[in-house]
């Protein structure tokens, strides 16, 4: 009998999701059997009409990922689009894409393993399709005491360190 799991469902454990938001992922990725990872519009739960997260791409020389956009809603913000970036904290995962080039690499620990696990996608002929109608909110840097806590940035220098090693520009 063949496997029935086709999508995992990736979330941090302080996301809030809308009601639709599976249903809404899986509905984009049904579109194409090359879409291998598919995320939602992530806005920040202290400020949940604030998008936090709207689809991203990586820099050419820097892989510095460029959130757009950030702030208030924009009309043209609502269309499903390619993006090279989707942040680990809510995405769904073609369950053949993992059998493919496996899971998360845990030697991040946190920070990175997601731009990491994008890279590896997109290497494979993956495409990573951002769906801005799916929606979640994220506590953004709860469990570190927020982005300017210095073990925030010690994890974040740390997985950067290790991204670049791996995947140098």
């Not at 799991?5 to 990725?29: C, F, G, P, W």
């Not at 020389?61 to 809510?90: H, M, Q, Y």
């Not at 210095?150 to 360190?161: A, C, E």
Request: hydrophobic share 35%.
């Amino acid at each position: 009998m063949e496997n029935p799991l086709v999508y995992i469902l990736i979330m941090n454990n302080d996301t809030i999701v809308d009601k639709q938001m599976l249903s809404e992922l899986v509905r984009e990725a049904e579109g194409s059997p090359d879409i291998g990872i598919v995320g939602p519009k992530i806005y920040y739960y202290d400020a949940p009409d604030t998008i936090w997260f709207a689809g991203g791409d990586r820099g050419r020389w820097t892989w510095a990922v460029t959130r757009r956009p950030r702030g208030r809603e924009r009309k043209s913000s609502n269309i499903p689009r390619d993006v090279s970036f989707l942040p680990g904290c809510g995405m769904l995962v073609r369950r053949a894409l993992v059998e493919r080039i496996g899971s998360f690499d845990t030697g991040y620990f946190m920070y990175y393993e997601d731009c990491d696990f994008c890279v590896r996608a997109e290497q494979a002929g993956f495409r990573l399709r951002y769906v801005p109608i799916a929606r979640m909110w994220h506590k953004v840097s709860a469990s570190l005491g927020g982005k300017k806590s210095p073990l925030n940035r010690y994890y974040r220098s740390r997985g950067l360190l290790r991204f670049l090693r791996r995947n140098p520009s």
